[in-house]
């Protein structure tokens, strides 16, 4: 079945500094995408970052990174040059199509506090 | 601005009442998906339309329903509501309905509360 593990509830970091952020994910699909969203506390939930299962390459958008594994099932988040505006929620999704349609699962999440 | 629209952005009730949720999906996305967004739960699957036909299900309770209409805005009707149903629902939308690089974007989401 479809598992999507992100096993730090919370996580500090200073401002400034890098942060990863883990994920791990559970599939017998050859093909599926992996998604990161931010949700601060005002609610939304915010698209960060994609990685498609095929893809060579690790997926990047400015100061995020995603540092896939897919040999280990891990796609972690990685954040460079921490803002204090990175507080927020932070989730990792895993779509698969093995139903035709797009069931997308979400982890649990992990919370980001940046320390000034 | 993900483009997303949803109404009302909080919305009160009664257990037993029913109240419907709208959402507007971005311009030339033909997919809608809605989940449901609780603190014991975490963000739960409800269910997906494509092009005004259901997609996928998730865990959606029978005394939810949704649909999407012609112009392709979609709505998710909540009947019978329970304390438990006290959640912030979120509405997403994508270009394509399977494969693909294809990335939802969520909408602000509406907070619904039950007494």
């Known amino acids: 079945a479809q598992k999507i593990t992100q096993t730090q509830p919370g996580m500090f970091v200073q401002e400034k500094e890098a942060v990863t952020l883990d994920c791990t994910y559970d599939?017998?699909?050859?093909?599926?995408?992996l998604f990161w969203y931010k949700q601060p506390s005002s609610g939304e939930m915010i698209f960060l970052i994609y990685?498609?299962?095929?893809?060579?390459q690790n997926a990047t958008e400015g100061r995020y990174s995603l540092n896939f594994q897919k040999a280990r099932k891990s796609a972690n988040l990685v954040i460079s040059a921490s803002q204090l505006g990175d507080s927020a929620m932070y989730f990792c999704a895993m779509r698969d199509d093995d139903t035709g349609g797009f069931k997308t699962i979400f982890g649990a999440g992990t919370r980001l506090f940046v320390k000034a | 601005d993900s483009g997303v629209t949803q109404t009302p952005k909080h919305l009160i009730t009664a257990t037993g009442q029913r109240v419907t949720l709208r959402c507007s999906p971005r311009s030339g996305d033909l997919s809608v998906y809605w989940y449901q967004q609780s603190l014991d739960q975490g963000l739960q699957f409800l269910i997906q339309?494509?092009?005004?036909?259901?997609?996928a299900k998730g865990n959606i309770l029978e005394r939810f329903s949704a649909q999407q209409f012609p112009d392709l805005h979609s709505e998710l009707n909540l009947s019978s509501l329970e304390l438990g149903d006290s959640a912030l629902y979120f509405c997403?939308?994508?270009?394509?309905?399977?494969?693909?690089?294809?990335?939802?974007?969520f909408g602000p989401g509406t907070r619904l509360t039950v007494l």
């Open positions: 997403a939308s994508s270009v394509a309905g399977s494969g693909g690089t294809d990335t939802q974007y």
């Open positions: 339309y494509y092009n005004g036909e259901e997609r």
């Open positions: 990685q498609g299962s095929y893809d060579e």
């Open positions: 599939t017998s699909d050859q093909s599926y995408g």
